[in-house]
């Protein structure tokens, strides 16, 4: 009984860890059955794997890789636009 519960959150995490890749299908062939296979069964994972999928979505459309690179981004474009309205008559 308790092996079963180890395996099954092994799985769990493994799922976890490779939820990325799953998404962005870099997973061969055996590996994403294995995966589905485990999400049809454990409902937490599911709704972890849509969550992700969602934020990937997300990211994707705004198209931003990093959070540190959006400050950095906004950052400079703020102190361009301050000095290009600061030389404006
Ligand atoms: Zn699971």
Redesign the pocket.
Known sequence: MIKTRILEML??RE?AERADRLIDGELGHWERLNMKL?LVM?R??RAFIQQMRATQKLTREADVPDDTVIGDDIMAALAQRRAKFGKRP
């Open positions: 799985r769990c799922v485990h454990c937490g994972c």
